[in-house]
């Protein structure tokens, strides 16, 4: 039987809680007892969309509906000082949340709330051992504590929010020409690559979803989430610390998507899998690990981070996998519906579907299938969205894949990739 020490509680809520909570958002409750605004159109908010509207080229699909969803997300889900709040888990924020925030902000050029997200998230989640910082990572999970009071409830590190945290620090620094916000981010370079990377077979290094401690139990396993592999910004990483192997990192990204797809029939990637480092050969976990090995809410975020790689940097491989691995949901597609969770043999687990499923393989059916996308679009995506909402209004998960999902990745100006 293997054991996950301090894991069950990273897994309940990064890519899983959003879409599987009961939690209702009636008469959300904070530490201030301040609440967003509700999702009802102002005076501000319509100047505030003008504005948001100006930062997206023309050309671009959906222009409208990516500004308005925005501005509704940022009043609703964003507290005034920058908090992210997650309704659907008892009014908690994550290191997932406040990166999401921060990375649509600078995408679409806010730096009003850029500023206040990364302010709340430095001075509120920080990981401390002896009331000293430990590192510049950021605790993952942040709320109303056993006594009452709020702060760090697990004060471990959850990788993908701290790499989509450092892109978007990355990003704004040179959106905005802010040289602090690149200092912050070579910190934090530093810390993820020390904390969260490890090299193992034949001198292969691999990114760890947290700590070492939780998750290589023994000298020949670890545990990987390969929707946390990000390709795109390792390259970007690169390009402002060459100290470190970041495109290492790109390479053993790829060998574990494509390797780990054949523990599924139907070439699907995994929320979760284990990797032994002296055979190179991929497991699934146990039924009876919290952590699961199947098709789910985590791994559809392995389409949109593969087709950011295929669009910014043109890679071969992105492409490849995309085309691939997306076969047998091409083919659910042909019958105009995929199921939320799927076994990895292909099986629905569920007779439900997914919003935040429909705009992740959006991103990749662009790269591969564009009819297929723009089907996904029409009948699948649009029809969710109400208000600058997508779905249910306290779904925070769904909202934010379907905007990262929806904007075109060419809409980035090219001089903030290089």
């Given at each position: 039987?293997w ?8 897994t ?8 599987v ?5 009636a ?6 007892e ?9 005076e ?6 003008t ?14 509906l ?15 000082d920058?908090?992210v709040?997650d ?22 050029n ?20 002896d ?8 605790a ?7 006594d ?24 704004a ?10 200092e ?17 077979t034949?001198?292969?290094?691999y990114l ?11 000298s020949?396993?670890?545990?990987l989430?390969p929707?946390?592999?990000?390709p ?9 610390d060459p ?15 494509e390797?780990?797809?054949?523990l ?5 990637p ?15 976990l146990p039924?009876?690990s ?10 559809y975020r392995v ?44 099986k629905?687990?569920v ?13 990749a059916m ?16 649009l029809?969710?969205?109400?208000q600058g ?15 990262l999902?929806?904007?075109?990745p ?9």
């Amino acid at each position: 039987m293997w054991h996950f020490p301090k894991v069950a509680a990273i897994t309940c809520l990064i890519g899983l809680s959003a879409c599987v909570s009961s939690y209702s958002a009636a008469n959300p409750k904070t530490p201030d007892e301040k609440t967003p605004v509700a999702n009802v159109p102002t005076e501000g908010s319509s100047q505030n969309l003008t504005g948001l509207l100006a930062e997206l080229p023309k050309s671009t699909p959906n222009r409208e509906l990516l500004a308005q969803s925005w501005d509704s997300y940022r009043q609703r889900f964003i507290q005034s000082d920058g908090r992210v709040i997650d309704y659907e888990a008892s009014d908690s924020s994550t290191s997932e949340g406040q990166a999401y925030a921060l990375l649509r902000a600078v995408l679409i050029n806010d730096p009003a709330t850029f500023a206040l997200t990364l302010n709340w998230s430095e001075n509120n989640l920080q990981r401390q051992a002896d009331g000293k910082r430990t590192d510049s990572l950021w605790a993952w999970k942040w709320g109303r504590k056993e006594d009452g009071n709020w702060g760090v409830i697990d004060s471990n590190f959850a990788s993908d929010g701290d790499i989509d945290a450092i892109t978007a620090l990355i990003l704004a620094s040179r959106r905005w020409n802010q040289p602090e916000y690149l200092e912050l981010a070579k910190l934090k370079l530093q810390d993820l690559w020390n904390l969260s990377t490890i090299s193992k077979t034949q001198g292969k290094r691999y990114l760890l979803p947290g700590p070492v401690a939780a998750f290589v139990p023994d000298s020949s396993t670890i545990y990987l989430n390969p929707s946390y592999f990000a390709p795109y910004a390792f390259r970007i990483f690169a390009q402002v610390d060459p100290q470190h192997d970041w495109l290492s990192l790109v390479d053993s990204s790829y060998q574990v998507l494509e390797d780990s797809a054949k523990l599924s029939s139907v070439g699907l990637p995994s929320d979760w899998v284990a990797l032994n480092t002296k055979t190179g050969q991929y497991q699934t976990l146990p039924a009876s690990s919290t952590l699961k090995s199947l098709y789910s809410f985590d791994s559809y975020r392995v389409w949109w981070r593969l087709s950011l790689d295929a669009a910014w940097f043109n890679s071969p491989q992105a492409k490849s996998y995309l085309v691939t691995s997306t076969q047998h949901l091409q083919k659910l597609w042909s019958k105009q519906s995929i199921p939320a969770r799927i076994d990895l043999q292909g099986k629905p687990l569920v007779d439900y579907e997914a919003t935040s499923q429909y705009a992740m393989l959006y991103a990749a059916m662009q790269v591969v299938k564009p009819a297929i996308a723009q089907e996904l679009l029409v009948k699948k995506i649009l029809p969710q969205y109400k208000q600058g909402i997508w779905g249910d209004q306290s779904a925070y998960y769904t909202q934010n894949l379907a905007w990262l999902g929806l904007l075109p990745p060419k809409a980035i100006p090219q001089r903030l990739l290089k």
